[in-house]
């Protein structure tokens, strides 16, 4: 499988401010995904980062919030702007395999804290 | 209802034995399920993945498929003090998009 890096591996950010988020990939893949693990929860699915065009948003996330970049096959950003405590959680991206049964692989997340 | 739904647990097994983790999904056009563990403070980790009826087996591991039931599990042969993590299940629906259960909290004493 692919390895996933992220930066930054944590962060403690004020209130209002925004982060922006990297994940690299050491082999070029098709779908690269972007999910958000609140405390103490399950991983939920934020958006698709397509190459080329804009993202996939899933219900209850926007682009405002979530803007996201995927500028090649093997790197994606999201930004987490105008950040509020409920911001507060594991960033976490995935790339799909494309082989059987669309497995999906984890980078090491993101841990943010807003004060 | 939830699309994904397992049990959080805990669930305390002796070393040795075998643990049993369970999964039921709602939805019948899920064709694809998927099995991660995610030790505390670190990202989900694949452990398998089955999208026929029936068992899949891989090492200690084997996952199990029901689709008339709508039911998904796994069971962790001889199970070890290092198995201790949570269990996510997760359903594939449509292009790609993974539906993550709340996940099993796995406690394996010595």
């Known amino acids: 499988s692919a390895v996933i890096s992220q930066k930054p591996s944590r962060d403690i950010c004020q209130r209002g401010t925004s982060l922006t988020i990297q994940c690299q990939v050491d082999?070029?893949?098709?779908?690269m995904f972007w999910y958000r693990q609140q405390p103490g929860q399950s991983l939920t699915l934020i958006a698709t980062?397509?190459?080329?065009?804009?993202?996939?948003?899933e219900s209850g996330f926007v682009i405002d919030k979530f803007p996201i970049s995927r500028p090649n096959l093997t790197f994606s950003t999201l930004t987490v702007s105008n950040m509020s405590p409920e911001d507060s959680s594991i960033y976490l991206c995935?790339?799909?395999?494309?082989?059987?049964?669309?497995?999906?692989?984890f980078g090491p997340g993101t841990r943010l804290t807003v004060l | 209802q939830k699309e994904v739904e397992q049990n959080s647990g805990p669930l305390s097994v002796p070393e040795g034995a075998i643990a049993s983790l369970n999964c039921t999904y709602s939805d019948r056009g899920s064709q694809s399920f998927f099995w991660y563990r995610q030790y505390s403070g670190k990202s989900p980790e694949l452990i398998m993945f089955?999208?026929?009826?029936g068992d899949k087996e891989d090492g200690r591991f084997t996952a199990q498929l029901n689709k008339a039931s709508q039911y998904v599990s796994l069971l962790i042969r001889d199970s070890q003090p290092s198995d201790s993590a949570t269990y996510l299940c997760a359903g594939l629906l449509g292009f790609q998009k993974l539906v993550f259960g709340t996940g099993t909290r796995l406690l394996v004493s010595p």
């Open positions: 995935s790339v799909g395999d494309g082989g059987a049964g669309d497995t999906q692989y």
């Open positions: 082999s070029q893949v098709t779908m």
């Open positions: 089955i999208y026929s009826n």
């Open positions: 980062a397509n190459q080329g065009s804009e993202a996939t948003y």
